[in-house]
Nanobody, 124 residues
Framework: QVRLEESGGGLVQAGGSLRLSCAASGRPLSAYTMAWFRQVPGTEREFVAAHSLIDDRTFYADSVKGRFTISTDNAKNTVYLQMNSLKPEDTAVYYC?????????????????WGQGTQVTVSS
């Protein structure tokens, strides 16, 4: 059984940085696509970034491009989201997700496995 567990969220001032981690168990990450989504209460969960490990391609939402970086450590079976130059509008619960390779990397319904989420709050 696959389990994804996020950590690293917290409170940070605008302009600051955080690094989120997602530790996976039950499957090796190397054959999957890993992604981060985020959600503000009352809104839909939105795509943030994805890493297709089978061909080592990364994808980002326009709103985070140039500020966030997704990476994966296969030895630790962990995916990271480095978030720099944080803005108040980045405040959300951030979720880690896993899916089979191929398809639309930003389509949340394609992701089969999800973590419980970690809160990120950016103060102005």
């Amino acid at each position: 059984q696959v389990r994804l567990e996020e950590s690293g969220g917290g409170l940070v001032q605008a302009g600051g940085s955080l690094r989120l981690s997602c530790a996976a168990s039950g499957r090796p990450l190397s054959a999957y696509t890993m992604a981060w989504f985020r959600q503000v209460p009352g809104t839909e969960r939105e795509f943030v970034a994805a890493h297709s490990l089978i061909d080592d391609r990364t994808f980002y939402a326009d709103s985070v491009k140039g500020r966030f970086t997704i990476s994966t450590d296969n030895a630790k079976n962990t995916v990271y989201l480095q978030m720099n130059s944080l803005k108040p509008e980045d405040t959300a619960v951030y979720y880690c997700a896993m899916k089979n390779p191929g398809g639309y990397y930003s389509a949340r319904h394609d992701y089969r496995y999800w973590g419980q989420g970690t809160q990120v709050t950016v103060s102005s």
